[in-house]
């Protein structure tokens, strides 16, 4: 698997429609669900894990939220990404808002392939342009090309 | 630059709750503070950076700080993965 699976227009929500954190966490859910058609039906389920997730600590920070779970029943990893251009009080570390979501749904069992994903979504948070650039995008386009063009190599 | 070995000692590893204490702590220090586990190295002040590390319950972790207050920062954080990050081992 390669971060490129993730690289779609359907992966991307350029416009999070949320007011709070379990709004966003309610927006990732319905995106990963429309998206991937092995956790359809499992909405719910997602939605509740992102939230207890979130509740033990939040993952925010530099302006990034990585709102991640195991999930059962599920054979690979799933994941989107959320843009909030005004940003979002997430708790994060730093007490900054957040703006940008990666969203990363992993099957209970075995693989490790979640750590890649983690691993390339840190390369590209690790980018001091990379928020701002998110939050000017105005078309998906822009938001995969970003994230093309910061992947580490 | 001071060093220490750690286990991770609680059941779960260093999952949620952990993690974001640790990160926490690691930010009250000047000290750049680093865990190495397997040859990848993370940035205990960055909590997307420890996530990365997958360390399970049983990994040992090496500390490395470096800085004005490496020590305290070193003591600091050993003892937070002997206390089992305060969970149920």
């Not at chain 1, 709070?20 to 058609?37: E, I, K, T, Y």
């Not at chain 1, 979002?88 to 940008?100: F, I, R, S, T």
Request: proline share 2%.
């Amino acid at each position: 698997m390669t971060h490129n699976d993730f690289l779609s227009a359907d992966a991307v929500i350029l416009d999070l429609d949320a007011a709070d954190r379990d709004q966003v966490l309610g927006a990732l859910a319905d995106a990963l669900v429309q998206r991937d058609p092995e956790l359809a039906g499992r909405r719910d389920d997602i939605y509740n894990g992102l939230v207890e997730r979130e509740a033990q600590g939040s993952t925010g920070q530099q302006g990034v939220g990585i709102p991640h779970i195991k999930l059962s029943g599920i054979s690979k990893v799933s994941m989107v990404v959320g843009i909030h251009k005004e940003g979002l009080d997430y708790d994060a570390l730093d007490g900054e808002p957040v703006h940008v979501f990666f969203s990363v749904i992993r099957p209970e069992e075995g693989t490790e392939d979640h750590l890649d994903v983690l691993r390339w979504i840190a390369g590209i948070a690790g980018h001091q342009d990379f928020v701002s650039f998110a939050r000017q995008a105005s078309e998906t386009g822009q938001v995969i090309d970003l994230l093309t063009e910061l992947s580490p190599a | 630059m001071s060093t220490a070995e750690v286990l991770v000692c609680n059941e779960a590893g260093l999952h949620a709750r952990p993690s974001h204490a640790l990160v926490k702590l690691a930010g009250e220090f000047d000290a750049k503070i680093r865990l190495c586990l397997d040859g990848r190295t993370a940035d205990a002040g960055s909590i997307l950076s420890v996530m990365t590390l997958g360390a399970a319950a049983g990994s040992k972790i090496r500390i490395e700080t470096e800085g004005t207050d490496a020590k305290t920062a070193l003591v600091a954080m050993v003892e937070l993965f002997q206390s089992g990050f305060d969970e149920a081992t």
